[in-house]
């Protein structure tokens, strides 16, 4: 008897304590979260304006660009400067998160020594933070879409979709970059390199069914193809691929896959190096 009571309240136990778990990483990961958001805007006195003017000044060079020099309406639909920002907001969100995944362990080495909290969390604050200031940015896409007479559809119910997948995504590439800069401090100059190319592979400027046939298919592998066609499809249905939305959902999912392997075999190490 005195077993079985023992055993019933082991088995009790484990969901009790990984529940207490989960709790606290979720409250670490907010409280850092909100840490990084408040040293960010307490530091300039614009604040949140800084984190869209970077994106609507592209997207001002670019509308420019297209359709007063070269005219060139097949890159994208109209009202263009909308079709850039649906894509651009997300970019952004994708870009900085990926860069600042390669100064994740190395910009705070002395307090994740002196923490216990999974090293993890690291990587998903700036995850966390970047998406924050993403849908923060959505009042001002709004306001070019009221101002151009654009036209909302029901896709953008689809958005939930896209945001799940690119914060998997992003997650999955910090897990990867985190750990390895520590190792290849020249990693992160590279990480910057290929997010410049990255920008033109990507659909961002222009739309998958403006490229050759034999360009758009292996263009749908990239997993941003997809994410950026749910977030357009909101003004512009004919952007929603099904396609290259399961194939960003298969790529993002091996990424995580890999992400939680590299990041489980070099924590230990990672720690020795800091």
């Keep these: 008897m005195t077993t079985a009571r023992t055993s019933s309240v ?79 907001l997300p970019w952004t969100w994708f870009t900085g998160a990926v860069s600042d995944s390669t100064r994740a362990f190395t910009k705070e080495a002395k307090l994740i020594r002196s923490t216990t909290i999974p090293r993890s969390i690291w990587v998903a604050r700036i995850d966390l933070s970047k998406g924050i200031e993403f849908l923060l940015s959505i009042p001002v896409l709004a306001v070019f879409v009221l101002a151009t007479g654009a036209h909302l559809h029901w896709q953008v119910v689809l958005w939930p979709i896209a945001i799940v997948l690119q914060a998997g995504l992003v997650y999955g590439i910090g897990l990867v970059i985190a750990p390895l800069v520590v190792f290849f401090r020249d990693l992160e100059r590279a990480v910057k390199l290929v997010l410049r190319f990255l920008f033109y592979a990507s659909p961002v400027v ?31 249905p004919a952007q929603l691929h099904w396609g290259e939305v399961a194939a960003s959902a298969v790529v993002t999912l091996v990424v995580l896959g890999v992400g939680f392997l590299v990041f489980r075999r070099s924590e230990h190490r990672v720690l020795k190096e800091l």
Excluded: K
């Excluded at 979720?26 to 909100?34: D, I, K, M, S």
């Excluded at 263009?219 to 950026?228: K, Q």
């Design 10 to 88: 082991s088995a009790d136990t484990v969901p009790t304590t990984r529940r207490s778990s989960g709790r606290r990483y979720r409250q670490a990961l907010w409280l850092l979260t909100v840490r990084d958001l408040r040293v960010r805007y307490s530091t300039s006195a614009l604040g949140y304006v800084w984190s869209i003017l970077d994106p609507l000044l592209m997207s001002a060079i670019y509308w420019f660009v297209f359709t007063q020099v070269f005219h060139r309406g097949s890159v994208g639909e109209e009202p263009y400067i909308v079709f850039l920002l649906a894509a651009l």
């Design 206 to 236: 222009y739309g998958t069914q403006a490229l050759p046939d034999s360009l758009r298919t292996l263009a749908g592998f990239n997993p941003l193809a997809g994410v950026f066609g749910i977030y357009r499809s909101a003004f512009f």
